[in-house]
């Protein structure tokens, strides 16, 4: 008896359990991968990590503070200058992929990259001649290592696109290893070649580094990645919707921007109200617990492309067993790696020099605030693939509002432990926000504890 001549009841059950199954074959294919990535980011992480503590010694507190607080400025302003184009890459690439729309995945492809290069350059001319007129409400210490790092700009969004579309097209090692392995990497290299060979290297010195180092990365990156899309998209011709790409990736860039404001407002509002000293020890106290959010990160980044796939071709309870297993795999772990910072921590922050151990009670806070938020881990993303991007950008917007607030009284009142009780009560707001929002638009529990949930997918 075929399927067809099945009863109707007999045949929505089968095609359910059929579907279920494909959701779990999902789960495995990103768990087979997601140890790919996991093996990427332990090294990466080590290399990161390894060379924050080399440069903390080479540089001294004081400049590590200044490079530490540029380097931020730089991610931030890479990120905006990507115009949402790094997040809607993730969306539109796989989407075409799913449906087979060549012709429109190389007009998005083409176009994507122009737009992201042209527009990170022109606002790279406006930020530098912000910096030149309000050089006087710069602190002095911070102005030349400004202006250096935004040469780094442009070539960070071209990383940040080149990974983007990598993982879309799910090419782990491209995606992952000239930013996480290469990059630090050469960074380490070039710094401690420049001390060896010529003395001293002070932050501007070590933005130069960073800047050669992202430079190689981007350029292997780029070529591996216009290879292997070749092959999909060869005598394809591209058709263009630019407009619509624009307006989608808008509202990443609104979700973005409030985003990486609610994870760095804390490290800004630091080197605007204290000192390069604090600067670098909070730095080198986030970086630490970034050793937790790697391993969330493994999962979530292969999950985020499935999420848009199943939408699109998939079910309500397809979605939910993949969730479900997503934070799972995420959850425990995390909490396993916190549990073992916690009780390393005074040894592992005494790596970067014996007066970083003072951030050990803000590194408590810190791993405790990811924890919590690992029991949601793919909510954001969950909501952005699946067409509801703009009720996450609300969200982000007042998360990151209430950041600023509470940083500002908290951070002179507390130092840098205030930063990080601003930080993590704030963005855990958001996430219940965000929780209650997945309830109601997917009808999903993207909670590690699984209940029943009432709710429609819209």
């Not at 099945?6 to 929505?12: C, F, K, N, Q, T």
């Not at 931030?76 to 184009?85: D, H, N, Q, V």
């Not at 042209?118 to 050089?135: D, E, H, K, Q, W």
């Not at 619509?244 to 760095?264: G, P, V």
Request: hydrophobic fraction near 55%.
């Amino acid at each position: 008896m075929t399927v067809t001549d099945m009863p109707i009841g007999a045949e929505s059950t089968l095609r359910r359990f059929a579907r279920l199954r494909h959701s779990q074959q999902h789960l495995y294919a990103i768990l087979k991968s997601a140890v790919q990535v996991f093996a990427i980011r332990v090294v990466g992480a080590g290399l990161t990590y390894g060379s924050m503590v080399l440069l903390a010694r080479w540089l001294g507190s004081y400049n590590f503070g200044i490079y530490a607080y540029v380097f931020v400025i730089v991610t931030l302003l890479g990120l905006a200058f990507s115009f949402g184009f790094n997040s809607s890459t993730l969306r539109f690439v796989s989407d075409y992929l799913a449906r087979k729309r060549t012709r429109r995945l190389a007009g998005f492809l083409t176009q994507s990259y122009l737009l992201v290069l042209g527009l990170s350059v022109a606002g790279v001319l406006l930020s530098a001649g912000f910096l030149i007129v309000f050089r006087n409400i710069i602190q002095p210490y911070y102005f030349v290592a400004l202006l250096v790092g935004l040469v780094c700009v442009p070539i960070w969004t071209l990383l940040n696109q080149c990974e983007a579309t990598a993982r879309a097209f799910g090419w782990v090692n491209v995606a992952y290893v000239p930013g996480y392995v290469l990059r630090p990497l050469l960074v380490t290299v070039f710094v401690g070649a420049a001390i060896y060979f010529g003395g001293e290297v002070d932050a501007v010195g070590a933005l130069w580094a960073m800047i050669a180092a992202c430079a190689i990365a981007v350029l292997a990156q780029g070529f591996i990645i216009y290879s292997g899309s070749r092959r999909h998209l060869a005598d394809v011709k591209p058709t263009f919707h630019a407009r619509h790409w624009i307006t989608i990736s808008f509202s990443f860039l609104m979700i973005d921007a409030f985003r990486m404001l609610l994870d760095n407002t804390d490290v800004l509002i630091i080197g605007r109200l204290l000192d390069p000293h604090s600067v670098a020890v909070y730095f080198a106290v986030i970086r630490t617990g970034g050793l937790v959010a790697f391993v969330s990160f493994s999962m979530i980044a292969l999950a985020v492309p499935k999420f848009a796939e199943i939408h699109s071709t998939g079910t309500r309870e397809e979605l939910q067993k993949l969730v479900s297993g997503v934070i799972q795999l995420v959850f425990w772990p995390s909490l396993l790696a916190a549990g073992a910072l916690a009780l390393l921590g005074p040894f592992v922050l005494s790596l970067f020099g014996a007066d970083f151990v003072a951030g050990y009670p803000t590194l408590l806070i810190v791993l405790a605030g990811l924890v919590l938020r690992s029991a949601t881990s793919p909510i954001e993303y969950l909501l952005n693939m699946t067409g509801h991007h703009r009720d996450t950008m609300m969200v982000y917007a007042f998360a990151a509002a209430a950041n600023v607030a509470l940083s500002l009284w908290l951070i002179p009142l507390l130092g840098i432990p205030g930063a990080a009780i601003a930080t993590y009560t704030a963005m855990l707001s958001g996430n219940v926000c965000l929780y209650l929002l997945v309830r109601k638009r997917l009808g999903v529990n993207a909670f590690v504890f699984p209940f029943r949930v009432k709710g429609k997918a819209s």
